[in-house]
């Protein structure tokens, strides 16, 4: 008889990065949230498929992804709401101490990021230097891609403006080697399209049709515990030779 999978199975990283609410198309912010939480549904509902269908991966409890979200205002608060309807544990990855980052924010976005902090179930801020902003915002982003197993990019695929920007994390995570599930807005046409990001760099990436065997691949090898790395069991010293006594 086999033997039942008893552990959990450790928790899929998603990132978030995209433009803040001011830049995005008024004209498509609904179907924007649509899709943004139709992705996020989507790989709830593929983590669990190949959970149940891989014996390699423990089933005591229902695999569970763990979003990390910046929370500016836009993309990633978006990225929130939706992840918090789809059973995810949302962490707060900030650049700055909660109190000056909200010097980021203005009139109702005040609110909207005091209530995003507080549902949030965990909250991790970087130790980010108001006169080095910039650089804060690219160490968000940096710290942000090395936990991600996958980034969700909210993203007009145009090169942006500097470091710290989203066209600067999406080089960053594909440099990285990290899947990117693209959510491309289109601002002439004012329509929203999705496609998978697996290489290349920002402007000119390698991409893939974002379809269910394709989610189930990225989430297959996350899922599966790592190895235990071997322990080498220490040498027993030799113990140093018996010089022979000279006869006399």
């Known amino acids: 008889m086999p033997r039942k999978r008893t552990s959990a199975p450790p928790p899929p990283n998603v990132g978030i990065t995209g433009h803040r609410a001011g830049t995005l198309p ?48 836009g993309a990633d608060q978006l990225a929130a709401k939706v992840a918090h309807g789809a059973g995810y544990h949302v962490r707060a990855l900030l650049p ?18 005091d209530k995003a902090l507080d549902a949030a179930h965990e909250i991790f801020a970087l130790p980010g230097d108001r006169a080095d902003a910039i650089g804060a915002y690219v160490l968000v982003g940096t710290v942000m891609v090395d936990q991600a197993d996958i980034l969700v990019a909210v993203w007009d695929g145009d090169a942006g403006h500097g470091p710290g920007g989203t066209a600067h994390v999406v080089d960053l995570a594909l440099a990285s080697s990290v899947p ?12 929203v399209t999705t496609r998978l990001l697996v290489g290349g760099h920002a402007l000119e990436p390698i991409t893939m049709s974002l379809e269910s065997d394709a989610l189930d691949g990225l989430l297959r090898g996350t899922l599966r515990p790592k190895p235990k790395p071997a322990v080498k069991k220490p040498r027993a010293a030799r113990r140093p030779k018996k010089k022979a006594k000279s006869a006399a």
Do not use: M
Request: proline share 6%; net charge negative.
């Open 26 to 73: 008024a004209e498509i912010i609904d179907s924007l949230e649509a899709v943004v939480d139709e992705v996020f549904r989507e790989l709830r509902v593929a983590a669990l498929r190949v959970q149940k269908a891989d014996p390699k991966i423990p089933d005591r409890e229902p695999a569970k992804l763990c979003l990390h979200t910046p929370l500016a205002s």
């Open 180 to 191: 990117i599930i693209h959510i491309a807005i289109d601002r002439e046409g004012a329509n």
């Open 96 to 113: 700055f101490d909660p109190d000056e980052y909200r010097n980021d924010f203005t009139g109702d976005e005040i609110d909207e990021y």
